[in-house]
């Protein structure tokens, strides 16, 4: 299967400890996006990467989260010292070449701060 | 930025019986997808629209984009309970930047 890959799919962690969610595009994508879905609320947008640079990242919390993809490797958001509130699923997309070509998305990994 | 609407909110239908989920958009659509999310899972790809007045059809799913593509409706016939989740209109701008989502519709069919 050749689609969106994330890890963890379930992630625990205290208060002020970091948080790794990755992704990996589907083959030949080299354009990730990260959303963010709370609980019965929509998608929204945190950033858009492209290998080894940032496009868009206006929906990004200024401090505690980054985002990276790496010429090798996977698309990693990090969450550090993390607060009750980011307890959220994070969800990654992958798409071709856009403007015009569908995301593809990833299962998610949700985020649990206790 | 853009925006977009959708109604209703959620939806509960009879099983057989059709529906349709609107999206509404604050400026010109360059392109328009529609997703469907199960509890618990990601977004699976439906369908993309991009021309004024172009429709597209999937087993009993049809979208349309209207003429002016500032709107989409999202048509499901004789729906079924596998029918049932969260449907998505995004859109992207003409940059490919900035890809947002509707709020979703929740869809519920009964057996």
């Known amino acids: 299967n050749a689609g969106v890959m994330q890890n963890p799919r379930h992630l625990v962690r205290r208060r002020g400890q970091e948080a790794r969610l990755r992704c990996s595009p589907m083959?030949?994508?080299?354009?990730v996006y990260w959303y963010r879905q709370l609980p019965e609320e929509g998608l929204k947008f945190m950033v858009y990467l492209q290998k080894e640079n940032i496009i868009d990242e206006s929906g990004m919390p200024k401090e505690r989260f980054s985002a990276e993809f790496p010429k090798e490797g996977p698309s990693i958001l990090r969450i550090q010292q993390v607060v009750r509130g980011d307890s959220a699923a994070y969800f990654c997309?992958?798409?071709?070449?856009?403007?015009?070509?569908?995301?593809?998305f990833g299962n998610g990994t949700r985020l649990t701060v206790t | 930025s853009q925006e977009l609407e959708q109604s209703p909110q959620s939806l509960i239908v009879q099983e057989g019986k059709n529906l349709t989920i609107n999206c509404t958009s604050s400026k010109t659509l360059y392109g328009l997808y529609w997703y469907k999310q199960k509890y618990g899972e990601g977004l699976i790809f439906l369908m993309m629209?991009?021309?004024?007045?172009e429709e597209k059809s999937h087993e009993k799913i049809t979208a349309k984009l209207d003429e002016k593509k500032q709107q989409s409706s999202l048509h499901i016939t004789a729906s079924q309970p596998s029918h049932a989740g969260i449907y998505l209109c995004?859109?992207?701008?003409?940059?490919?930047?900035?890809?947002?989502f509707g709020p979703g519709t929740r869809l519920s069919v009964l057996p």
């Open positions: 629209l991009q021309k004024g007045g």
């Open positions: 997309a992958s798409s071709f070449q856009p403007p015009f070509s569908p995301l593809h």
């Open positions: 083959k030949g994508h080299s354009h």
């Open positions: 995004g859109a992207d701008d003409n940059y490919g930047q900035n890809f947002v």
